[in-house]
C-alpha cells in the first residue's frame, strides 16, 4: 500500500530566494533612509584639530619670503673694450673708493689718443704763430701811426707859419697852399691809419678768440680721450666688497660688458617676492615683521618693482629699529607683511579644512563634543594665523579645523574619545 508524501511548503530554494528578496528589501531601505536622513561618520578625535572660536585683535597679512640683500649695489661694466692686462684684487675683496681693480689694454684707443696729443700741440704752434704774426702786424700799425702823427705836426706848424707870413706878405699863395694842403691830407691820413688799426685789432681779436676756442675744444677732446684710455684702469667707484668679479688675464671684454659688482655693506636691505594677486594692495610705507634669534624686527617697504615675473613681484624693505646683529648677506627671512590696520573680530585658526570648504562652511562640535554638524559660515581677510569670521560662528564655539579630504560628503560626525 503506497504511503503518501507530504508536500514540503519551503524548499531550500524558495528558502533562498525570500532570503535574497529580503535582503535587498532591506538595502533599498536603508538607501532611501540614507538619502533622506544625515549621513554619519566616526571620527577619532586623536585624528582631528578641534580649535575655539575667539574674539580678539586682527590685523589681516600675508607671509612672504625676504632675502636679506647689501643696501646698495653698484655694477661695474666696461666703459671701455679691451683685453685684461692686469687683475690687481680677487672676488670677496674689501675695497676702498678709487681703488683699481683690473687693467685693460686697447691699442686703438691708445693710438688715438697719441694722435689727438699731436694734433693738439700742432694746433698750439699754429696759434702761437698766428698770434706772434698778429702782434708783429700790430706793432708795424702803430709804428705806421706813429710816423703819420708826425707827419701830421709837422704839416701843420708849416700850415700855421705859412698862414701867419702870407698874411704879412712874406711869401706866396703857392707855398700857403701847399702847406694846407698837406695838412689836410695829413689829418685824412691819421684818420685813415687810426680806421686801419682798429679794424685790424678787431679782426686780430676775432681771430685769437677763434683759434683760442678751437684750442679749447681740441684740449677738451684730449682730456676727453685719457679719460677713455683712463677707465682703461677700473676701479672701485665707492667703499664696499667686490662681488662677481668676471675678468682673468687674456680675456676680452666689450664695451659694456658686466664686469663685476661693489656691495655697500654699511647696512642691509631685504628683497621680497609677492604675489601679483597683492599688488593693487602693496605701497610703500607698509610694515613687515619677522622673529631672529628670538627677537622681532620691523621692516618697511621703500620701493615697490611692478614688473611681474612668473606671477611675482618684488619690494625692498629697509630694517626700521636698526639691522640684527649676525645677519648676513643671502639669508632668508619669513617676513609677515600687514595688509590693513588691527580691529576686533571673531576668529577662527587657520587650517586644512578651507581647501575642502573655502570657506563657505564648516563642522561645528555639539556642546557635548560627541559629534559635529556642517554649518554655513562666511569668512573675511586672513593672516598668518586666522580666518577673520563674519557670519555664522560666535567665540567659545568648537570647530573643526584640520583637514577634511578623507569626509567626502558626510554631514554629521561622530567623534570617537
Do not use: C
Not at 139 to 152: E, H
Not at 295 to 302: A, D, P, S, T, V
Amino acid at each position: 500500500m503506497d504511503i503518501p508524501l507530504e508536500k514540503k511548503r519551503f524548499t531550500t530554494k524558495k528558502i533562498a530566494i525570500i532570503l535574497g528578496v529580503a535582503m535587498l528589501a532591506i538595502l533599498i531601505l536603508f538607501v532611501i533612509f540614507s538619502s533622506t536622513g544625515n549621513s554619519k561618520l566616526n571620527v577619532e578625535n586623536e585624528r582631528i584639530t578641534i580649535s575655539t572660536v575667539q574674539a580678539g585683535n586682527f590685523q589681516e597679512n600675508i607671509p612672504v619670503n625676504g632675502v636679506v640683500l647689501p643696501i646698495k649695489t653698484i655694477y661695474l661694466d666696461a666703459i671701455e673694450g679691451g683685453r685684461v692686462e692686469e687683475r690687481f684684487v680677487e672676488d670677496g675683496a674689501m675695497m676702498k673708493k678709487g681703488e683699481p681693480i683690473i687693467r685693460l689694454s686697447n691699442t686703438d684707443l691708445e693710438l688715438s689718443l697719441v694722435n689727438q696729443e699731436t694734433q693738439v700741440y700742432n694746433l698750439l704752434t699754429q696759434i702761437q704763430r698766428t698770434q706772434n704774426a698778429s702782434r708783429q702786424n700790430t706793432i708795424n700799425r702803430l709804428n705806421q701811426l706813429t710816423d703819420v702823427k708826425n707827419s701830421l705836426k709837422e704839416a701843420k706848424r708849416k700850415y700855421e707859419l705859412n698862414s701867419k707870413l702870407y698874411e704879412k706878405g712874406a711869401i706866396g699863395r703857392q707855398d700857403f697852399e701847399e702847406s694846407e694842403n698837406n695838412y689836410d691830407y695829413q689829418k685824412e691820413r691819421l684818420e685813415l691809419t687810426q680806421r686801419v688799426l682798429d679794424q685790424d685789432s678787431v679782426s686780430s681779436k676775432q681771430e685769437t678768440n677763434q683759434a683760442h676756442e678751437s684750442y679749447q675744444r681740441t684740449r677738451k677732446a684730449l682730456e676727453l680721450m685719457r679719460r677713455k684710455v683712463g677707465d682703461l684702469v677700473v676701479k672701485a667707484p665707492v667703499d664696499g666688497q667686490l662681488t662677481a668679479l668676471d675678468a682673468e688675464i687674456g680675456q676680452s671684454k666689450s664695451k659694456g660688458e658686466r664686469l663685476g659688482q661693489i656691495d655697500v655693506i654699511s647696512s642691509y636691505k631685504v628683497q621680497a617676492e609677492i604675489d601679483e594677486h597683492y599688488i593693487s594692495r602693496i605701497f610703500n610705507g607698509q610694515i613687515g615683521s619677522f622673529a631672529f634669534n628670538g627677537k622681532e624686527y620691523q621692516l618697511e617697504i621703500k620701493k615697490v618693482y611692478t614688473q611681474v615675473s612668473n606671477g611675482r613681484f618684488r619690494v625692498d624693505m629697509h630694517f626700521l629699529d636698526g639691522v640684527p646683529e649676525n645677519i648676513r648677506r643671502g639669508q632668508s627671512l619669513q617676513i609677515k607683511l600687514a595688509l590693513s590696520q588691527e580691529k576686533e573680530a571673531i576668529l577662527v585658526s587657520k587650517g586644512g579644512f578651507f581647501q575642502q570648504t573655502g570657506g563657505n562652511w564648516i563642522f561645528k562640535v555639539s556642546e557635548d563634543g560627541e559629534s559635529a554638524y556642517k554649518s554655513s559660515i562666511k569668512l573675511g581677510s586672513q593672516n598668518t594665523e586666522f580666518y577673520e569670521v563674519l557670519e555664522g560662528l560666535e567665540p567659545g564655539e568648537k570647530v573643526i579645523t584640520s583637514s577634511y579630504s578623507n569626509f567626502g560628503d558626510i554631514d554629521e560626525l561622530v567623534i570617537n574619545k
